[in-house]
C-alpha cells in the first residue's frame, strides 16, 4: 500500500514538474512571437510610410542617448526611413521592371528576455530589385540597431534603439 502511494506521488510530482517547465517555455515563447510582431509592424509601417503604425511599436516612454523621445518620434527615424522608400520608389516608377523590398527583423538568437525587460537587436533592410524572370538586388542597404523594449501591461513597447 505504501509503495502504491509513493509511486502515484512520484507520477504526480514528475507530472507537475513538467506541467510547470512547458508552462514556462510556453510564455517565453510568447513573448518572443509578441517581440517578433513588432518588426512585422514596423516592416508593414515602411511600406506603406505610416507614421502611426510605426509609433504604435514605440513606448511613449521612450528615450535614447541622442535625445530621441516618443514626442519627437524618435528624432524623427521614420520619416528617414521613409525618405529612402520615396527616393526608390522614384527609380521604381521611372523603369517597372525595378521592386522595392523591406525586410525587418529581430533575431531570436540574439534576444536576451527577463520579466518586463528585453533586449536585442533590430535588423531593417532596404533592397531594390530588378525583377525580368528572376530578381536580382542591385541596392542593399541595412541598418543595424541594438534595441530595448519593455512590457506595458500585455504589450511589449521599444524603449530605446541605437543605431549599431
Same mark, same amino acid.
Given at each position: 500500500?505504501?509503495?502504491?502511494?509513493?509511486? &502515484?506521488?512520484?507520477?504526480?510530482? /514528475?507530472?507537475?514538474?513538467?506541467?510547470?517547465?512547458?508552462?514556462? =517555455?510556453?510564455?517565453?515563447?510568447?513573448?518572443?512571437? !509578441?517581440i517578433?510582431?513588432?518588426?512585422?509592424?514596423?516592416?508593414?509601417a515602411?511600406?506603406?510610410?505610416?507614421?502611426?503604425?510605426?509609433?504604435?511599436?514605440?513606448?511613449?516612454?521612450?528615450?535614447?542617448? @541622442?535625445?530621441?523621445?516618443?514626442?519627437? $518620434?524618435?528624432?524623427?527615424?521614420?520619416?528617414?526611413?521613409?525618405?529612402k522608400? @520615396?527616393?526608390? @520608389?522614384?527609380?521604381?516608377?521611372?523603369f517597372? /521592371?525595378?521592386k522595392i523590398?523591406? &525586410?525587418?527583423?529581430?533575431?531570436?538568437?540574439?534576444?536576451?528576455?527577463?520579466?518586463?525587460?528585453?533586449?536585442?537587436? %533590430?535588423?531593417?533592410?532596404?533592397?531594390?530589385?530588378? =525583377? /525580368?524572370?528572376w =530578381?536580382?538586388?542591385? $541596392?542593399?542597404?541595412?541598418?543595424? $540597431?541594438?534595441?530595448?523594449? !519593455? &512590457?506595458e @501591461?500585455?504589450?511589449? &513597447?521599444?524603449?530605446?534603439? %541605437?543605431? /549599431?
Open positions: 500500500m505504501f509503495a502504491k502511494n509513493k509511486a &502515484k506521488i512520484g507520477v504526480l510530482t /514528475i507530472s507537475l514538474v513538467l506541467i510547470l517547465s512547458f508552462a514556462g =517555455c510556453i510564455g517565453s515563447s510568447t513573448d518572443e512571437v !509578441q517578433g510582431q513588432i518588426a512585422e509592424n514596423i516592416e508593414e515602411i511600406e506603406e510610410k505610416d507614421e502611426d503604425l510605426f509609433m504604435e511599436s514605440i513606448s511613449s516612454n521612450y528615450s535614447d542617448t @541622442e535625445g530621441g523621445t516618443y514626442d519627437n $518620434y524618435i528624432n524623427d527615424l521614420p520619416e528617414e526611413i521613409f525618405s522608400i @520615396e527616393d526608390a @520608389e522614384d527609380l521604381v516608377d521611372a517597372s /521592371i525595378l523590398k523591406v &525586410k525587418v527583423t529581430i533575431p531570436e538568437n540574439d534576444l536576451v528576455i527577463t520579466d518586463i525587460y528585453a533586449s536585442g537587436k %533590430m535588423n531593417i533592410e532596404i533592397s531594390l530589385k530588378v =525583377c /525580368i524572370l =530578381c536580382t538586388t542591385i $541596392y542593399n542597404e541595412n541598418t543595424e $540597431y541594438d534595441v530595448d523594449f !519593455q &512590457k @501591461e500585455e504589450d511589449w &513597447k521599444i524603449i530605446s534603439m %541605437m543605431e /549599431i
